[in-house]
Structure formats: structure tokens, C-alpha cells
């Protein structure tokens, strides 16, 4: 039987000082792409681990996970389809060890930065953005309401 899997990920906003933690990744492409840190869930792993670790790996930070911003969906035109995991996280310290393979640097940018990314084409997904605007329209939820436990 072929089944029809999604991939499940996370994804972290971090904002400080009202800029916000963004990875470029190179993704083979004539131009690096922008993206929160995020990532896959792993086999056996809880959504709130999974997402403290995608932001310590690909942006050697550390970050207390804050909020749960809800579920995106999203359908790429090669047709997988993506159930990610939005997050808001705090900054507690920058770790200095070195970052996952194939993201070539973190940056910490303006909504406006992300917005001139966006229309570029830049951001990896049109997710990206919307979590940014929820986030900013503080549409948050308690982290609760995730019973992985």
C-alpha cells in the first residue's frame, strides 16, 4: 500500500531587541534562501526539544521555548506537503559552536530586512512570513496545548 506521509517540522521565531534570529541556507540554488531555524522532528523526540534543538544547530543559539504558534501546512509544487510546528523562543545565550551543515550563516534582521528577503523571493517558504505576523500580532498559545508528553 502506498501511504501518504507528511513531513512534520518545527520552526522557531526568536526576536530580540525587535530584530529577529534568521539562518541563511544555501540550498544549490544562484542565491542562499532565509528561514527561522527549524527543522525535522526526529523518531521519539517531543516538538519542544526538537525545536530548542533545530535553533542550538543551526544558529548556535539557546533559546527557552516561549509560546506554540500553531500547525502550517504547507504544499510544495514538487507536491510533498509540510506539517510545521511554529514556536516563539528567547534568546539565553549564544553558544559559538559551529552550525549544520549547509546553513551558511545566522543573522539577526528587521521585519523590514525579512519583508525585502520576502519580495526577493528569498525566505524559504511563504510560511516563513506568516509566522513573523503572527508572531507580531501576538496570536500565541499556551505550550499546553502540544500533549507530547
Known sequence: MNRWTPRVT???????AGRYLMVEEDRGGPFSLFNQPAGHLERGERLVAAAEREVREESAWQVAITHYLGLYVHHTTDGLTFHSHGFVGLPLAHLG?????????????????????????????????QRLRDTRDARLYPLELIRDR
Open 97 to 129: 559552536n559551529s552550525l549544520d551543515h549547509g546553513i551558511v550563516a545566522a543573522h539577526w534582521l528587521t521585519l523590514d530586512e525579512i519583508d525585502d528577503l520576502h519580495r526577493e523571493r528569498r525566505l524559504r517558504s511563504p510560511v516563513v512570513m
Open 10 to 16: 518545527v520552526a522557531v521565531v526568536v526576536e530580540r
